[in-house]
C-alpha cells in the first residue's frame, strides 16, 4: 500500500543507467518513492495513466515518442502528474516547448542530487521551476494570448493571478488570503477561462508580462 506522506515518481528515461541512477539516489528520500520506470515516452504515457504518480521525471530526447509528445499526450488524457522535463544543457532549445507543452518545470542532467530532490518536491507542491532566462524566453515568444482581457477580472482573481506570478501553490493562496483550497481552485480556473490562457506556467508569465505580481 502507498505512502499517503511520500510523492509517488515515475521515472522516463531511455538510458537505463540513468533511471538506475535516479532510483539509487530517490529511494533514500524519506518523502519521495519510485513507483516505475518506462524506457520511452510511449510507455511513459502507458504507465504514468496505470500508477498515476505525482510526479514524472520525464526525458526529452527518446526514441519512438519523446518527451515532449508523452507530455502533450497526458494532458491530452487530463493526467494529474506534474511533469519535471530532465534535459541536457545542449538541449536548452527544447525546454521552452517543453513548458509550452505543460511542464512543471525543468533540471539539466547533472543537477546535484539534492537539488533534484527539491525540484521534485517543489514541482509536487504546485510550483513552477522557471529559470530567469527561460522566462525571457517564453515572454519574447508570447503573441499576446488573454491581452486586453485582464479587465474582465475580478480583484480576488487579480489577488489569486499575483500570488501564482509569485510561485505559490493553491494551498500557499488559500492560506493567505484565508479561503478554501476548493475556492483557490475554482478562481485559478476562471483565470484561465477569461484569459484564455492553458496552464498556470502561461498565467504567471501574463502576469509579469502586464505588471501583476512578481
Known amino acids: 500500500m502507498a505512502d499517503p506522506g511520500?510523492?509517488?515518481?515515475l521515472l522516463v528515461d531511455d538510458h537505463q543507467v540513468v533511471r538506475r541512477g535516479l532510483r539509487t539516489f530517490?529511494?533514500?528520500?524519506?518523502?519521495?518513492?519510485?513507483?516505475?520506470?518506462?524506457?520511452?515516452?510511449?510507455?511513459g504515457v502507458a504507465r504514468?495513466?496505470?500508477?498515476?504518480p505525482d510526479v514524472v521525471?520525464?526525458?526529452?530526447?527518446?526514441?519512438?515518442?519523446?518527451?515532449i509528445e508523452a507530455l502533450r499526450t497526458l494532458r491530452g488524457l487530463d493526467n494529474?502528474?506534474?511533469v519535471l522535463i530532465v534535459t541536457s544543457f545542449t538541449e536548452k532549445r527544447t525546454v521552452v516547448p517543453a513548458l509550452r507543452a505543460g511542464a512543471a518545470g525543468y533540471v539539466y542532467k547533472d543537477v546535484d542530487p539534492e537539488a533534484l530532490a527539491r525540484a521534485i518536491r517543489s514541482v509536487h507542491s504546485g510550483h513552477v521551476l522557471l529559470q530567469p532566462e527561460v522566462a525571457l524566453a517564453l515572454l519574447s515568444q508570447?503573441?499576446?494570448?488573454?491581452?486586453?482581457?485582464?479587465?474582465?477580472?475580478t480583484e480576488r482573481e487579480r489577488e489569486v493571478l499575483a500570488l501564482?506570478?509569485?510561485?505559490?501553490?493553491n494551498r500557499e493562496i488559500a492560506r493567505a488570503l484565508v479561503l478554501s483550497e476548493k475556492t483557490v481552485k475554482t478562481h485559478v480556473s476562471n483565470i484561465l477561462m477569461k484569459l484564455d490562457l492553458a496552464d498556470r506556467t502561461q498565467a504567471a508569465l501574463w502576469a509579469v508580462r502586464h505588471g501583476i505580481g512578481a
Open 26 to 43: 530517490l529511494q533514500v528520500q524519506d518523502d519521495i518513492e519510485v513507483v516505475g520506470e518506462a524506457s520511452d515516452g510511449e510507455e
Open 80 to 82: 494529474p502528474a506534474r
Open 48 to 52: 504514468a495513466e496505470e500508477l498515476r
Open 57 to 67: 521525471l520525464m526525458d526529452v530526447k527518446m526514441p519512438g515518442l519523446d518527451g
Open 164 to 169: 501564482i506570478a509569485d510561485g505559490r501553490s
Open 142 to 153: 508570447e503573441e499576446g494570448g488573454g491581452q486586453g482581457r485582464g479587465g474582465s477580472l
Open 6 to 9: 511520500r510523492i509517488r515518481v
